[in-house]
């Protein structure tokens, strides 16, 4: 990636109202297996790999020009905004701004390729509330970095973006994490992800049936707890363990690995009741890693879904709370859906997307 300076593909007429509008959008993802190893220091010793999809869920970003002198930060959704001189904004507001992500995105791009920090209106929203375990966090990171190129016109491609938005997020912002999530948005669709040493990583996307897509997303049903959870305390405990070279931690994380190559089998045969059987088994795996991934109100609704009909499950993204996920006979899908809702979860179908990161003008 180049760090020459690049023109904005705005064209800046003094009047913010006849300057066009950069969108992007990312989807959102579903974790179907192998969470938790493209964690550090685990794929960095072992190798990693995780099995998602992507859903009909978005994390959004506008960028367009300021009316006035100033760079504007604007998330509706969680009723916050703030403002800054590009001065001000260089010097201290990637470290103090309550919109963290958005001034992170924005100090990162400009430092990486030599463009100076303008006046402009960021916006942005989030289908899923922060802490979803549906990879919202790193959508909207990518969501902004997509935005940044598309106005720079920078010539970056998708593994490119992924890396950068990794970097930013885990590296400058030191937000705790893995690779997964800004992988699958980037590239969208349903993906066998390896993260392999010295910190390469191959995408390699599942050509699906139709047939068999349609039966899997027939099969899923997606809860929200009404608990949005912090995954920090969770991914430090894992990685404490996997650092201290716990024999319980790496057993753990090894089956987890090995369910994604599974789980990939199975979903490329459309065996959907062994990725059910898988999903549950890792779910038991999974809360080996760490305290906290599970509690009272999951384990709840984990028994709730089962009663009802539904055969696989487990939560999505580090656990505590967030969505959760269930694989169940499509004749049973209302009723499990029915039973989640009255449990005091939200509950609905999904749909999956082939498409990931996307940008336009307005």
Known sequence: MSKEPFRSALVRQGDPRRTPSIRARV??????????TDLSPYCDTFGGAVLNTTIDRYAYAFIAASDDARIHFVAPDLETSESYTPEALEQQAARDAKLKIHAGVTVGMA??????????????????PPGSGLGSSSALVVALVEAFAAYHQLPLGP????????????????????????YAGTFGGTNFIEFLTNDRVVVNPLRVAESVRNEIETSLVIAFTGVSRMSATIIAEQ??????????????MHRLKQDAHEMKDALLRGDVAQMARILNRSWTAKKNTAAGISNPLIETLYACAHSAGAIGGKVSGAGGGGFMMFIVPPERRVEVI?????????????????????????
């Open 338 to 362: 029915r039973a989640l809702n009255l449990a005091g979860a939200t509950a609905s179908g999904v749909h999956l997307v082939t498409e990931g990161a996307e940008t336009w003008t307005s």
């Open 159 to 182: 593994y490119d973006v992924a890396h950068l938005a990794w970097e930013i997020e885990r590296v400058d912002l030191d937000l705790m994490g893995g690779k997964q999530d800004q």
């Open 27 to 36: 989807p959102l993802r579903l974790g179907l297996a192998g969470g938790g």
């Open 239 to 252: 990685r404490s363990g996997l650092i201290a070279l716990s024999e319980t931690s790496i057993d753990n």
């Open 111 to 128: 430092r990486r390729f030599g463009f100076a920090i303008e006046p402009l209106r960021l916006t942005s929203f989030v289908d899923a």
